[in-house]
Nanobody
Framework: QVHLVESGGGLVQAGDSLTLSCAAS????????MAWFRQAPGTEREFVAA????????VYAGSVKGRFTISRVNAKNTVYLQMNSLKSEDTAVYYC?????????????????WGQGTQVTVSS
């Protein structure tokens, strides 16, 4: 089973940029399609972005498309989420998730491994 640890969260101002990292251990991250989800207080966990095993295919939620970029460096066993032009509504705990299948999906229930989350707070 892969173990995931997120980092890079923090407090930023609206319009700023932030890059989250998800470090995998236990198994090679190249075996997994990966995704980022987020959850704000009182809301359900929502899909943010996903990337295929090779990194050749990506999918984004409409609310972040054009502002966020998901990427991966399999040699470093790490997945990233570059977030630009941050808005107050991006405030949430961000989670990294892994799925041991090649296809990209956007439903949280399809992912078998999760990190502990990292808090992102955007002040307006």
């Amino acid at each position: 089973q892969v173990h995931l640890v997120e980092s890079g969260g923090g407090l930023v101002q609206a319009g700023d940029s932030l890059t989250l990292s998800c470090a995998a251990s236990g198994r090679a991250v190249s075996s997994y399609s990966m995704a980022w989800f987020r959850q704000a207080p009182g809301t359900e966990r929502e899909f943010v972005a996903a990337i295929s095993r090779s990194g050749g295919d990506t999918v984004y939620a409409g609310s972040v498309k054009g502002r966020f970029t998901i990427s991966r460096v399999n040699a470093k066993n790490t997945v990233y989420l570059q977030m630009n032009s941050l808005k107050s509504e991006d405030t949430a705990v961000y989670y990294c998730a892994a799925r041991e299948f090649p296809s990209i999906v956007t439903t949280a229930g399809s992912f078998g491994a999760w990190g502990q989350g990292t808090q992102v707070t955007v002040s307006s």
